[in-house]
């Protein structure tokens, strides 16, 4: 498309309205035609000659009677004009169905606003029909036009639309606008968003002299600090300008105690709805849902999305939703107007989604707190505007002051935690701790961080991206000689427990520290402890390794209160006895009919060596990305997978569809079933700093047929919180490099076999070693995961029963095979409850 056809500021938009005919009588003169000579022509040979002209005789009745020919100049001119409107119309409709393929198919949509400062609000503004918003959207249009079309993108520039204009906390107006582009898709990378944004932001004129952010745009004062430009989607483009008839809301809230709710108008069918939430100037707005059903599939084709700005612009992502939740969760927008996008294109009833959003005032975040002289924690901070989900760049400052120079203040986070900043960001915000810098991190157990100083500031950043989840702390003053009191234990997470509580099979410091390494005790079964523990007795357990506790008995407790029951009628006090792995039945009742491998004969053939041999791990999966091998994979199920976080960590990599699982695959490309992926759920708590919480799932769009079940068998997940040996025997398997100087992967699975490490060890090689992870290798180091095989199994052969356990996942480690560094996996065993969340049939 040439300049001057993709000029549309300065050429009208040809419609058929302008197009008129005109229709003459059979007496008057034709347009344009020229009138006959004077004088008479000659007859023609053959014909008669034409009569004189005079006064015509009257006719007679029958005459008059006589109807004209239809084919007469009159009717043939009237027809002929009939007939080119007719192709006119069809010809236009055409060229309009034309450029609305192509706008469809090569437009390229960018949804921008910035800050108006020398032009004041005026409540007209809400109104798109008014004269005063329509003298600022064509403003604001021609401003852009003029800026896009003496660029470099000029040929290929179409137009611009103010979607709003609106009031917000800085002053000025607030416009948003889009900006259309149509060019072939072939060439469509040179429409960057940082180019489409440079074009805008050149073209603002500011002042050395001033230091100020606001320049002059073409006689409008624009801050430059509020532009903001992202590329967008043609159907948002449609919605959001009112093009398409949808589920579309704009409401402005006055009342501060009022609470505004959120209806959706449609019921079933395809759904695209937008909220566009505006308050009074000087307040923000704070959403809150209680309930929402959406399929849970993916954030590309079904979620519920909330905005900072009032056009679904990337950058002012608050929050999105892509899974049904039916707990009450709230949202708090930066600045006095909010947009709420739920898109759906297969919504059957909406009956289950409850909102509403209510004006609140903005909070300063900030306390100076003196602390007694108490043991324990006395008072509680939070984030801003607990307990919703605290805005992006947010700050927090508390300053702390204890009686004593003996004294230093105890910060106790509930399900999150702070360790030293590396040379990476800080995705869940950062902390700045008497001028040491913190990275803040979400867990799921309580930790203590402990400042041995009487004068304590603490100032928290917040995430500059999204909203994040609500944090509570308590503080509390502590003993800088002495952090746990004597006769505790100090678990990693900082907490103090009492000392006879370690090893006794309850998770105390709730990161497992308490139960690592420990040796299960023997009970002394002597009648004292008969009197204690009487329950024990005459209930078909075997507490004691002589039995004491079962014999001499008469009748045993009924098994209505068990959770299983064996085939001999033996009840069990022990939850999910079965498919745990443990053989608790005396006639293995308890094992019989679970769904996980045993492993096909050709395991007993395994010795060592690169190359596996055909079927030999059939749960492996190998996960492609747009065709590529990219992670490794386990098969739980018939149509679950288990793998690793960080495979999927990003925008790109976190959408199913270009993701697809090769199973029954020993050389790669000759996969026994590929299938796409449908959904990939990454923990919530994943943290891709230092890797804790490296697991997610993965479910198949297509379950493997049974027919393959020689081929592909689905791997045993181990019992919640099962214990591990140092120096147990396991093996790694994947088509990653062989070596960390490679380029490519392996073609054939490879497998080699691993020493379970002592999980100190492990800490003291890395340092930061969580509960959530073991460490796998051997010294040498010449057995080792690598690049290729993240995600990928790491399994360990029971011996009571042949089974094969998924004890680990393929997550991390200091380059490939390096002595003394062993590979890090992710320890399945923390993550049973978990999995079962999502894949309930493994119970």
Not at 21 to 46: E, M
Not at 632 to 650: D, K
Request: charged residues 20%; hydrophobic residues 35%; contains cysteine.
């Amino acid at each position: 498309m040439d300049k001057e056809n993709g000029d549309t500021s300065s050429r009208p938009e040809l419609k058929i309205s302008n197009i008129s005919v005109q229709v003459v009588s059979a007496q008057g003169k034709l347009p344009g035609r020229r009138p006959p000579l004077p004088g008479r022509r000659p007859p023609l040979p053959g014909r008669p000659p034409r009569k004189p002209l005079g006064k015509a005789k009257p006719k007679s009745k029958k005459q008059s009677k006589k109807k004209a020919p239809f084919w007469n100049v009159q009717n043939k001119i009237i027809l002929f004009t009939v007939f080119l409107l007719i192709v006119a119309v069809i010809a236009w409709t055409l060229l309009w169905l034309y450029i609305i393929k192509t706008e469809s198919k090569d437009a390229f949509y960018f949804a921008g606003m910035f800050r108006i400062t020398n032009i004041e609000f005026l409540p007209e503004y809400r109104q798109k029909e008014s004269r005063e918003f329509l003298s600022v959207a064509r403003t604001v249009q021609q401003v852009v036009n003029l800026v896009y079309t003496t660029s470099a993108f000029s040929k290929f520039y179409k137009q611009s639309v103010v979607a709003d204009v609106s009031s917000n906390n800085k002053g000025g107006l607030l416009v948003h606008f889009w900006i259309v582009f149509v060019m072939p898709h072939a060439k469509g990378h040179i429409f960057c968003e940082d180019c489409v944004a440079a074009i805008l932001k050149d073209s603002i004129q500011t002042s050395i002299i001033n230091r100020t952010s606001v320049g002059n745009l073409q006689g409008l004062a624009v801050d430059m600090d509020s532009v903001v430009l992202n590329a967008g989607l043609r159907s948002d483009y449609s919605s959001t300008i009112g093009s398409d008839k949808g589920c579309s809301q704009y409401i402005y809230a006055d009342h501060l105690t009022f609470h505004y709710p959120l209806e959706i108008s449609a019921t079933s069918g395809r759904l695209m709805c937008h909220f566009k939430l505006v308050a009074i100037v000087g307040y923000l707005i704070r959403l809150s849902i209680e309930s929402i059903q959406i399929e849970a599939d993916n954030c590309v084709t079904d979620s519920l999305t909330i905005y900072d700005s009032l056009l679904p612009m990337r950058s002012s992502i608050l929050y999105r939703i892509c899974e049904p939740t039916r707990t009450l969760i709230s949202f708090v927008s930066t600045n006095n107007l909010m947009l709420v996008t739920l898109k759906s294109p297969r919504i059957r009833k909406l009956s289950g989604i409850r909102a509403y959003f209510e004006v609140i005032p903005e909070q300063k975040c900030e306390n100076t707190i003196l602390v007694k002289e108490t043991t324990g924690f006395e008072g509680k901070i939070s984030s801003p505007y607990y307990p919703s989900y605290y805005p992006p760049k947010c700050k927090c400052t508390w300053k702390f002051q204890t009686p004593l120079s003996t004294l230093g203040i105890a910060l106790k986070f509930h399900n999150y935690s702070i360790t030293k900043k590396s040379e990476k960001g800080c995705e869940h915000g950062w902390w700045e701790i008497n001028e040491h810098m913190y990275c803040g991190s979400y867990m799921d157990h309580q930790t203590i961080f402990r400042v041995p100083s009487p004068l304590v500031h603490v100032q928290l950043q917040c995430s500059s991206r999204l909203s994040d989840k609500p944090l509570l702390v308590e503080y509390g003053s502590y003993n800088i000689s002495q952090p746990c009191p004597v006769g505790s234990f100090r678990c990693s997470s900082g907490l103090c427990v009492p000392q006879a509580l370690r090893c006794d099979g309850v998770n105390d410091c709730f990161d497992e520290s308490d139960e690592l390494f420990c040796v299960s005790p023997k009970r002394a079964c002597n009648a004292s402890s008969f009197r204690q523990h009487g329950s024990v007795v005459c209930d078909g357990f075997r507490d004691c390794e002589n039995g004491r506790d079962e014999q001499n008995c008469t009748q045993s407790i009924p098994c209505s209160n068990r959770t299983f029951k064996c085939g001999n009628d033996v009840c069990f006090r022990k939850q999910n006895a079965k498919c745990d792995g443990t053989v608790d039945c005396p006639d293995g009742s308890d094992e019989e009919g679970c769904s996980c491998s045993r492993g096909s004969s050709s395991l007993h053939r395994i010795v060592g060596g690169i190359d596996t041999l055909e079927g030999a791990w059939p749960w492996q999966v190998s996960l492609h990305f747009v065709g590529s091998a990219y992670c490794g994979a386990s098969v739980i199920s018939r149509e679950w997978l288990l793998s690793a976080a960080h495979c999927f960590h990003g925008n790109r990599l976190s959408d199913p569809t270009p993701w697809t699982a090769h199973l029954g695959m020993h050389v790669q490309g000759n996969a026994k079933f590929v299938s796409s992926v449908r959904r990939i759920v990454v923990h919530e708590y994943y943290n891709s700093q230092t890797f804790d919480y490296d697991i997610a799932l993965l479910q198949l769009s297509v379950a493997w047929p049974e027919a393959l079940k020689q081929l592909i068998q689905p791997i045993c997940i181990p019992p919640a919180g099962q214990k591990v040996r140092s120096g147990e025997k396991c093996w790694v398997t994947g088509w990653g490099q062989r070596h960390e100087a490679d380029n490519k992967g392996s073609p054939v699975l490879q497998q080699a076999e691993v020493e379970l490490i002592d999980q100190t060890l492990c800490v003291s090689t890395y340092g930061i070693i969580t509960s959530r992870m073991l460490c796998a290798g051997i010294v040498s180091g010449k057995r080792d995961a690598c690049k290729g095989d993240s995600g990928g199994p790491l399994s360990c052969r029971r011996k009571s029963d042949g089974k094969w356990i998924l004890t680990g996942i393929v997550s991390w480690g200091h380059g490939c095979g390096r002595p003394n560094f062993p590979g890090v996996y992710t320890r399945v065993s923390n993550f049973v409850p978990w999995i079962h969340k999502y894949v309930p049939s493994l119970l």
